[in-house]
């Protein structure tokens, strides 16, 4: 994978976590497929339509699906049985290997952020199964903010911790969602391939 990052100096820097530090959107769609099977699905989950939600925070993955399958549910406990069985198969996550090279690089000299539209519990565990917490000095999750991607707000809250304007911030994100947030927070960004 090349990573098409732009010239010059940045005061800090912006990471995703799932599809862009760290491998885990295969196994997030096998707990959704399965969570959703348990609410009533009965075949798969559209993979392309999940790959389309990416960076939506998973509570309203929950009622997206269900309003997409015209299902009954309730999506706050479609959303904790995803989480369970998301936290059986962690142990099986891995790294974006370029991602994560660069942003060990620039944790020597730049003070780096998480924001990432999981629940805080999640995110915080998948850093540390990965074994990248310490690169972090920031960690800004869906629990934090009010307006998730593609608002800005993960972005400017995770400029503002780190003592960076956002304008000297780069943003490495997957999703659409995700990038659409980072540009209105007036920031640079690198686009990840997800799909791999």
Do not use: N
């Amino acid at each position: 994978m090349k990573l098409d990052i732009p010239a010059g100096d940045f005061d800090g820097y912006i990471f995703d976590l799932d599809g862009t530090l760290l491998d885990t959107m295969p196994l997030h769609f096998q707990a959704w497929d399965a969570a959703m099977r348990t609410a009533g699905l009965p075949h798969a989950l559209d993979e392309d339509y999940f790959y389309a939600l990416g960076g939506t925070p998973t509570r309203r993955v929950a009622e997206l699906f269900g309003e997409r399958y015209g299902l009954q549910l309730d999506p706050d406990a479609v959303f904790h049985h995803k989480e369970a069985i998301f936290t059986e198969l962690q142990s099986q996550v891995r790294l974006i290997e370029p991602v994560v090279a660069f942003a060990r690089r620039m944790a020597a000299t730049h003070p780096l952020a998480v924001a990432s539209g999981g629940p805080r519990p999640v995110v915080q565990r998948s850093l540390e199964v990965a074994g990248l917490a310490a690169l972090f000095r920031a960690v800004v999750t869906a629990d934090d903010v009010v307006h998730c991607k593609p608002a800005p707000d993960m972005f400017l809250l995770a400029a503002k911790l780190l003592g960076v304007a956002p304008g000297r911030c780069l943003v490495f994100e997957d999703a659409e969602l995700g990038i659409q947030a980072a540009r209105s927070a007036g920031m640079q960004v690198v686009r990840v391939p997800s799909r791999r």
